[in-house]
């Protein structure tokens, strides 16, 4: 029996799959519970459908996402901090600051896509990975320098 998964079944396969199942295991388990609907050649061209506007969904995101890395790469942020000994920050540079620094110059960005494993704590350049999409990650030029005065 051919059926098309709604949601992600367990050893089976993901939502909007196109399966092959025992006739029991989908009359009795998959239908009923309305995580699968049979394959006619109407659902299948609705599935096919649904894939295409995923598709040019995923490709404008990623388009987007792309844009936004060039950005970042024309956007060096720099950063006064005040300083102790041997250049050593007091407290550190955090991916919110990052953040905020970035939104002053038009690049509105969610703090969780600022990929810093510790904060910056001490002076001079950085490059800080930025997850923009799962297959684009941009690089945030990161300047700190020590505040004077």
């Known amino acids: 029996m051919k059926l098309i998964l709604r949601e992600d079944v367990e050893h089976l396969g993901k939502g909007g799959e196109l399966v092959e199942v025992k006739p029991g295991y989908g ?5 009923p519970r309305g995580l699968a ?12 459908h ?8 995923a490709t404008k995101l990623k388009a987007s996402a ?3 890395s060039r950005r970042l ?15 050593k920050l007091y407290g550190s540079v955090t991916a ?9 110059r038009g690049l509105n960005l ?15 350049d950085f490059e800080v990975p930025v997850k923009l ?4 990650i941009g690089k945030a030029k990161v300047k700190v320098e020590a505040e004077t005065g």
């Open 110 to 124: 969610d703090r969780r896509t600022i990929d810093l494993a510790e904060p910056l704590k001490t002076v001079g």
């Open 50 to 57: 649904q894939r295409k506007i995923a598709e040019a969904k």
């Open 73 to 87: 790469a024309d956007t060096p942020v720099t950063l006064k901090r005040k300083v102790g000994e041997q250049d």
């Open 66 to 68: 792309e844009a936004v």
């Open 27 to 31: 009359r009795n388990y998959l239908l």
């Open 96 to 104: 919110l600051d990052i953040v905020e620094a970035l939104a002053a």
């Open 133 to 136: 999409h799962r297959e684009v």
């Open 37 to 48: 609907v049979a394959a006619n050649p109407k659902n299948v061209r609705e599935l096919d």
